[in-house]
C-alpha cells in the first residue's frame, strides 16, 4: 500500500470533486429518492443483517469511486492479514486477533510462530465448566448461600461491550444471576452496586489485563473493605480475568480462580474473550454466549470474503468516510429503534472513538485529513424527544437507524390507534428516516420549514438473539477496522489516554490534602484547581 498522502490520491481527488456534483440542488435527497429502483441498488443483505443505504447522499458515481478507494487502500488485504495474525498493531509489535476469539474452524492462527487457537479453546472449556459448576451449586459464596448476584469491576473495554452484550439479551437471562457492573472510581457508583446487592450472594468479577489501572484498584480495594465490614472473606466471592503473570494472576493472593486475557487483543475488541465470556455465560448461559461468538464469527468471514459491493461492513465504512471526509460532517448518531441495543451506543463510541481518533499515520507522519468522528446516540423514540430539533433543523449529522423485525417479547398485543407498541416504533423510524432526507418547504413560515438532505442508512435484524448481537458486534469491529486502514492509522493504540493518568499521579498528591466537605467554601477549592 502506498504511503502517499491521501488527498494526493487520484481517487481521493476524484472523490472530492464527485462531493461537489453531491452538493448541487439537483442532487437533493429528495430528488434521489424518486428513482424507484434506488432502493434495489443501494442495499445489500447478508449474514442476517439488512443494510440500507439509499438515503445517503450518493449516486452510482460515488459509490464507484468509493469501492475504488478501498481498493486502492487494500483494506481487504489488510483485514485478512489480520484475521492470520500478522502484526497489524505495529506501534505496539502485536497481532489484533479478537476474530480467532470467534474462530470454530478447524484452522490454525499462528501468531509469533505459535497456533493460538488450542489456548482459545481452551480458554472456552474452563468458562463452560466454571460457570455450570455455579450454576450447580457446586461453587458456591462463603456462607454456602449460591450466587445470585455479579458484581463486574473494570473500565473501558473491560465492560462497555459486556454491558451492550448482557443488556441487548436481557431477555435470556434465566440463571437467576443478576448482573451490575462498576466502572467509574466515583463512590456514587459503588454505593448504589452494593446497596441493591446481597453480600453473601455477589460474586466479585475483577477485569483488567495489567491489574494495575488506578480506577479498577480504588474499586477493588472498596470491595474488600465492604466484604470485610460485612463479615465475608473476598477471596471467597473473587474471580479475576486478567493477563497471564499479571497481579490480579498471583496465585499468592486467594480467589476462586483466574481466567486470562491476550495480549493480541485489546480491549474495546475484547467481548468475546474471557472479558465477556465470563460475566455472559454466568448470567445467560455458556451455550449463549457461545450462540454470540458464531454470530460474530459469520460476520467476520464476509467482512473477510465478500466483494466490496456486497460487503455491508465496508461499505458501510466507505460511507463514513465519504460523509467525513468530503462531505464534512463531523458526528455521526446511532439511534436503535429497539430499547434492548440502547448500550450499543457506548460501545460503540469507545471501540470507535478510541480506535479512530488519531492525527498520525501507523508510520508516524501527520494525517492530511481528518480521522474519526463524534459518536453519539438514544434509543428510539426517546432520541425523538432528544436531540432531534438539531437533527432536523439545526447542524446535520448523518445516522444509524436500526431496526428490528420480531421483538423479544411477543407476548404484548395491546393497541392503541389501531397499532402494537411495536408497530408505532417503526412507524416512528420510518418516519423520520424520510423526513430526514427529503424535508418540507413551509413559505408561509420559516420555522416550520425542514430543510431535509440529511443522511442515514437503516441496519435491519430479523430478531435480536444471541446470534444477531454476536453480528451487530462484529459489524461496527470491521466497519471501524476498515476506517482505520483506509486512513492508514492504527484502530490498536490508544496513546491518547496516557496524558491524563500521568497528569493524576501528579493531582493525587495535592488532592489527597482536602476533606471535601460539604461545609467547606469554595475557596479552598479554587487553591486547589491552582495547585493541579
Given at each position: 500500500?502506498s504511503a ?15 462531493a461537489?456534483i453531491?452538493n448541487?440542488p439537483?442532487?437533493?435527497?429528495r430528488?434521489?429518492l424518486r428513482?424507484?429502483n434506488r ?5 445489500s ?7 440500507d ?10 459509490l ?5 478507494l478501498?481498493?486502492?487502500r487494500?483494506?481487504q ?8 495474525g500478522?502484526k ?8 489484533a ?13 499462528f501468531?509469533?510462530?505459535?497456533d493460538?487457537m ?7 472449556h ?9 450454576h ?5 459464596g462463603?456462607?454456602?448461600?449460591p450466587f445470585?448476584h455479579?458484581?463486574?469491576i473494570?473500565?473501558g ?5 459486556t454491558?451492550f452484550v448482557?443488556?441487548a439479551?436481557?431477555?435470556f437471562a434465566d440463571?437467576n444471576i443478576?448482573?451490575?457492573?462498576l466502572?467509574?472510581v ?7 452496586v452494593?446497596s441493591?446487592?446481597d453480600?453473601?450472594?455477589t ?5 483488567s489485563?495489567?491489574y494495575?489501572?488506578t480506577?479498577v484498584?480504588?474499586?477493588v480495594n472498596?470491595?474488600?473493605e465492604f466484604m470485610?465490614?460485612?463479615?465475608l ?19 499468592s493472593?486467594?480467589k476462586i480462580r ?7 487483543i485489546?480491549g474495546?475488541?475484547?467481548?468475546t474473550?474471557?472479558?465477556g465470556?465470563?460475566?455472559l455465560?454466568l ?5 449463549r454466549f ?6 460474530a464469527?459469520?460476520?467476520d ?6 466483494p466490496?459491493h456486497?460487503?455491508?461492513?465496508l461499505?458501510?465504512?466507505?460511507i463514513?468516510?465519504w460523509?467525513?471526509?468530503f ?5 455521526q ?5 429497539a430499547?434492548?441495543?440502547?448500550k450499543l451506543?457506548?460501545h460503540?463510541?469507545q471501540?470507535?472513538?478510541e480506535?479512530?481518533g488519531?492525527?498520525?499515520?501507523k508510520?508516524g507522519d ?9 459518536i453519539f446516540g438514544e434509543a428510539g423514540?426517546?432520541a ?16 444509524d ?5 420480531s421483538?423479544q417479547?411477543?407476548?404484548?398485543k395491546?393497541?392503541?390507534?389501531g397499532i402494537t407498541?411495536?408497530?408505532e416504533?417503526?412507524?416512528?423510524m420510518?418516519?423520520?428516516a ?6 418540507r ?7 416550520k420549514?425542514?430543510?431535509?438532505n440529511r443522511?442515514?442508512s ?5 430478531e435480536l438473539?444471541?446470534?444477531?448481537i ?6 461496527y469491529e470491521?466497519k471501524?477496522?476498515f476506517?482505520s486502514?483506509?486512513?492508514?492509522i492504527?484502530?490498536?493504540?490508544q496513546?491518547g489516554?496516557e ?15 482536602y476533606p471535601?466537605d ?8 479554587k ?6
Amino acid at each position: 500500500m502506498s504511503a502517499k498522502k491521501l488527498s494526493n490520491l487520484p481517487v481521493w481527488q476524484k472523490l472530492t470533486q464527485q462531493a461537489l456534483i453531491m452538493n448541487r440542488p439537483e442532487n437533493h435527497l429528495r430528488n434521489l429518492l424518486r428513482d424507484e429502483n434506488r432502493l434495489e441498488r443501494f442495499s445489500s443483505e447478508s449474514s442476517g443483517l439488512w443494510y440500507d443505504f439509499s438515503r445517503q447522499r450518493i449516486n452510482e458515481k460515488t459509490l464507484e469511486l468509493l469501492i475504488g478507494l478501498a481498493e486502492e487502500r487494500e483494506v481487504q488485504q489488510q483485514f485478512r492479514a489480520m484475521v492470520r495474525g500478522e502484526k497489524v498493531n505495529q506501534t505496539e509489535n502485536r497481532a489484533a486477533l479478537h476474530t480467532a476469539l470467534r474462530n470454530f474452524s478447524d484452522d490454525p492462527v499462528f501468531t509469533d510462530g505459535k497456533d493460538v487457537m488450542p489456548d482459545i479453546r481452551k480458554i472456552r472449556h474452563d468458562i463452560r465448566s466454571f460457570v455450570e459448576k455455579v450454576h450447580s451449586g457446586e461453587i458456591k459464596g462463603s456462607t454456602g448461600k449460591p450466587f445470585r448476584h455479579i458484581i463486574v469491576i473494570g473500565i473501558g473495554g473491560s465492560y462497555h461491550g459486556t454491558e451492550f452484550v448482557s443488556d441487548a439479551l436481557h431477555a435470556f437471562a434465566d440463571k437467576n444471576i443478576e448482573i451490575n457492573y462498576l466502572s467509574n472510581v466515583d463512590i456514587h457508583n459503588f454505593g448504589k452496586v452494593v446497596s441493591r446487592t446481597d453480600p453473601e450472594t455477589t460474586l466479585w468479577l475483577v477485569i483488567s489485563k495489567s491489574y494495575k489501572t488506578t480506577e479498577v484498584l480504588a474499586n477493588v480495594n472498596q470491595a474488600y473493605e465492604f466484604m470485610k465490614e460485612k463479615g465475608l472473606p473476598l477471596e471467597k466471592h473473587l474471580v479475576t480475568v486478567t493477563s497471564k503473570g499479571s497481579p490480579g494472576d498471583d496465585p499468592s493472593i486467594p480467589k476462586i480462580r483466574a481466567f486470562h486475557m491476550y495480549d493480541f487483543i485489546g480491549g474495546r475488541y475484547s467481548v468475546t474473550s474471557a472479558v465477556g465470556g465470563v460475566p455472559l455465560s454466568l448470567c445467560l448461559g455458556y451455550d449463549r454466549f457461545e450462540r454470540v461468538l458464531k454470530g460474530a464469527e459469520e460476520m467476520d468471514h464476509h467482512a473477510k470474503d465478500s466483494p466490496p459491493h456486497e460487503n455491508l461492513p465496508l461499505l458501510a465504512a466507505l460511507i463514513s468516510i465519504w460523509n467525513n471526509n468530503f462531505l464534512g460532517y463531523e458526528a455521526q448518531a446511532i439511534i436503535p429503534y429497539a430499547s434492548p441495543l440502547r448500550k450499543l451506543i457506548p460501545h460503540v463510541q469507545q471501540l470507535y472513538m478510541e480506535s479512530t481518533g488519531k492525527f498520525v499515520t501507523k508510520e508516524g507522519d501527520l494525517l492530511d485529513v481528518p480521522a474519526g468522528v463524534i459518536i453519539f446516540g438514544e434509543a428510539g423514540t426517546m432520541a425523538q424527544h432528544s436531540f432531534f430539533q438539531l437533527a432536523h433543523q439545526g447542524r446535520p449529522f448523518p445516522i444509524d437507524f436500526i431496526g428490528v423485525i420480531s421483538p423479544q417479547y411477543q407476548e404484548f398485543k395491546c393497541k392503541t390507534n389501531g397499532i402494537t407498541n411495536h408497530q408505532e416504533l417503526w412507524a416512528n423510524m420510518l418516519a423520520q428516516a424520510r423526513s430526514l432526507a427529503e424535508g418540507r418547504e413551509n413559505k408561509d413560515d420559516p420555522k416550520k420549514s425542514f430543510p431535509g438532505n440529511r443522511p442515514s442508512s437503516l441496519i435491519l435484524l430479523k430478531e435480536l438473539s444471541p446470534e444477531d448481537i454476536g453480528r451487530l458486534l462484529a459489524f461496527y469491529e470491521a466497519k471501524t477496522v476498515f476506517e482505520s486502514f483506509i486512513w492508514g492509522i492504527n484502530p490498536f493504540d490508544q496513546f491518547g489516554v496516557e496524558l491524563g493518568k500521568i497528569l493524576a499521579a501528579d493531582a493525587r498528591s495535592k488532592v489527597k490534602n482536602y476533606p471535601f466537605d460539604s461545609g467547606d467554601d469554595f475557596s479552598l477549592y479554587k487553591k486547589l484547581v491552582r495547585e493541579v
